[in-house]
């Protein structure tokens, strides 16, 4: 058992920063920053409804999440071809090796680009291009997850997924994304079984605005392995017995859940009580270009804002290695990483 030693509470900003650490909810259209998306559909010939990156920026006030997925999906349809999902994924895996990120599992949502016209093969091989490079190049280990977008039918899941599956070996898993409220887990038993039988990871977003019920329905009948954000589940003290007692991974979103009005404030954010109730809570950017920071401002301005510790610190560092679906001899060297930079830490002041 690794002995935590608190930091001073002025050393905890950069015992955050340089903590390694994985990110486990991620969407990569999320990540497309405005300078981005202008740069992108000047070279793919696109109009854009703003007439300036600052007027783009300023168009990112929202009040839910339905008020963040119209501009969302708006901001992705700058991708066309394959460079431009490479050049998407390459930014944010930069941005998150500086943040000592040594492992990221990317959502993606192909059926955004599909329907566009953008085939499968397109995305996917620009996206896993990046990753491979991200690996070679900046010593990330980088892994992509299929995300459903849920307002759309069964059907139109099972055809994405039958559109994937000749590049199975460039995707771990499935998850499930969108506008949560009015379409529960349910809607899409059948793909998970589905996914399940082919060996894919498996993981839904649940009880981010939608009741603890779909964060039931999400282990009970989709099956998954980590609820995706979940901070809900709070609200039913049954749930929060299982989720601990599983040991099922929340992926906590906090600057997500301050810009979508999850939480009135991050002072309000119920990340302490997740991790005292036992559960297995992390910490994520969810969209980060739209949601004012990438993973270390959502671990330092949410600890700026609540009463968290050394102690804490350590526990969702390494609830985000222990939640992850890479390899156990990898968890095990970034364990060790982990504890070196804590000791390193505690040796500057003692
Ligand atoms: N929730 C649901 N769908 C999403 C999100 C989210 O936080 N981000 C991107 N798609
Ligand atoms: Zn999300």
Redesign the pocket.
């Given at each position: 058992m690794f002995k935590v030693h608190p930091v001073p509470p002025g050393r905890l900003p950069a015992l955050l920063r340089a903590m390694p650490k994985t990110e486990l909810h991620i969407?990569i259209e999320?990540s497309l920053e405005p300078e981005l998306i202008f740069a992108l559909a000047q070279r793919n010939g696109i109009a854009l409804p703003y007439a300036s990156v600052e007027e783009l920026r300023q168009a990112y006030a929202f009040t839910n999440?339905q008020s963040f997925?119209d501009i969302?999906y708006a901001g992705a349809s700058v991708l066309i071809h394959e460079q431009d999902f490479y050049d998407m994924a390459w930014a944010y895996l930069t941005r998150a090796a500086a943040d000592h990120v040594v492992h990221a599992e990317i959502f993606f949502?192909p059926q955004t680009h599909t329907a566009r016209g953008v085939a499968m093969e397109t995305v996917v091989h620009g996206l896993h291009r990046a990753c491979v490079d991200a690996k070679a190049k900046l010593g990330v280990s980088a892994a992509l997850i299929l995300c459903f977008l849920r307002h759309l039918s069964e059907q139109d899941a099972f055809e994405t997924l039958e559109q994937a599956l000749p590049l199975r070996d460039k995707f771990i898993g499935v998850g499930l994304?969108?506008g949560?409220v009015g379409n529960p887990p349910e809607k899409f038993a059948r793909v998970f079984a589905r996914c399940r039988a082919l060996g894919l990871h498996l993981v839904a977003?649940a009880g981010?605005e939608g009741p603890p019920a779909y964060v039931w329905a999400a282990l009970d009948v989709l099956k998954v392995e980590r609820i995706d954000?979940g901070v809900q589940s709070a609200k039913d003290p049954a749930l929060m017995a299982r989720l601990a007692h599983d040991r099922i991974a929340l992926t906590v979103?906090p600057l997500?859940n301050l810009k979508l009005c999850v939480f009135p404030t991050l002072a309000a954010h119920n990340l302490g009580a997740l991790l005292d109730a036992g559960l297995v809570a992390t910490v994520n950017s969810?969209?980060p270009a739209y949601f004012g920071g990438y993973l270390n401002e959502n671990f330092t301005q949410t600890f700026a804002a609540t009463h968290l510790g050394t102690q804490q610190a350590y526990a969702l560092a390494r609830n985000s290695i222990d939640a992850s679906f890479a390899p156990d001899a990898d968890k095990q060297a970034w364990l060790h990483r982990l504890h070196e930079v804590f000791e390193s830490f505690v040796e500057h002041d003692y």
């Open positions: 969407h999320g999440l997925l969302y949502d994304d969108s949560e977003h981010e954000h979103c997500s969810d969209d």
